[in-house]
């Protein structure tokens, strides 16, 4: 995995379409997100526009799993664990 600068100085990722967070398909949280209810604004404000302020993103890119319920904001979801 690879997330690199573009020439401009604006952050490219070279791994994925732009706006989109490469770890869709595995992240555990996305296809929570993909629900309708209130959830649903953290696969609109960062999986598929801004995923690089996303907190499980910022640490999966530090080699850090993030916690199962760690959510793009950086507080924690108050629910059962996702398995997956
Ligand atoms: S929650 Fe974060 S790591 Fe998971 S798909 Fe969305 S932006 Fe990517």
């Known amino acids: 995995m690879m997330v690199m600068a573009?020439?401009?100085g604006s952050p490219g990722d070279v791994n994925g379409?732009?706006?989109t967070c490469e770890?869709?398909?595995?992240c555990p949280l996305?296809?929570?997100f993909s629900l309708p209810g209130a959830l649903n604004s953290?696969?609109?404000n960062y999986c598929t526009s801004d995923f690089q302020r996303c907190a499980?993103?910022?640490r999966a890119l530090a080699g850090v799993k993030p916690a199962q319920n760690l959510l793009?904001?950086?507080k924690l979801l108050n629910r059962r664990p996702i398995r997956r």
């Open 6 to 8: 573009a020439e401009d």
């Open 17 to 19: 379409p732009a706006g």
């Open 23 to 26: 770890f869709i398909d595995r």
């Open 30 to 32: 996305f296809e929570l």
């Open 42 to 44: 953290y696969k609109i």
């Open 56 to 58: 499980r993103y910022q």
């Open 72 to 74: 793009p904001c950086g």
